[in-house]
């Protein structure tokens, strides 16, 4: 079974950084499109960043420009260095398959939550 872990998030100041960690059991990310969605409060999950398994990156408009996800495969975990944070980012921060995402799935971690100040 998947497991999802997600760390790294917390308090940052508008123009501030953040990097989420998601280790990742079950599956491997090297040969998975893996994704990092969102979820803020009183809003419906959105997708953020994708990397497929060759390596190729979308993002959000959003968060273009600001945003990079990465993969370690060694470790088998997938990152999201956030920069240039904009209160907007706020809200509770998920990795998992993008096929889960695209089936609608229901097997999530817990998330990490990330709150940027004004």
């Known amino acids: 079974q998947v497991q999802l872990v997600e760390s790294g998030g917390g308090l940052a100041q508008a123009g501030g950084s953040l990097r989420l960690s998601c280790g990742v059991s079950?599956?491997?990310?090297?040969?998975?499109?893996m994704g990092w969605y969102r979820q803020a409060p009183g809003k419906q999950r959105e997708l953020v960043a994708v990397?497929?398994?060759?390596?190729?990156?979308n993002y959000a408009d959003s968060v273009k420009g600001r945003f990079t996800i990465s993969r370690d495969n060694a470790k088998n975990t997938v990152y999201l260095q956030m920069n240039a944070l904009k209160p907007e980012d706020t809200g509770v921060y998920y990795c998992n398959t993008h096929r889960t995402w695209q089936k609608g799935g229901d097997v999530w971690g817990q998330g990490t939550q990330v709150f940027v100040s004004r």
């Open positions: 079950g599956i491997f990310v090297s040969i998975n499109t």
């Open positions: 990397i497929g398994s060759g390596g190729d990156t």
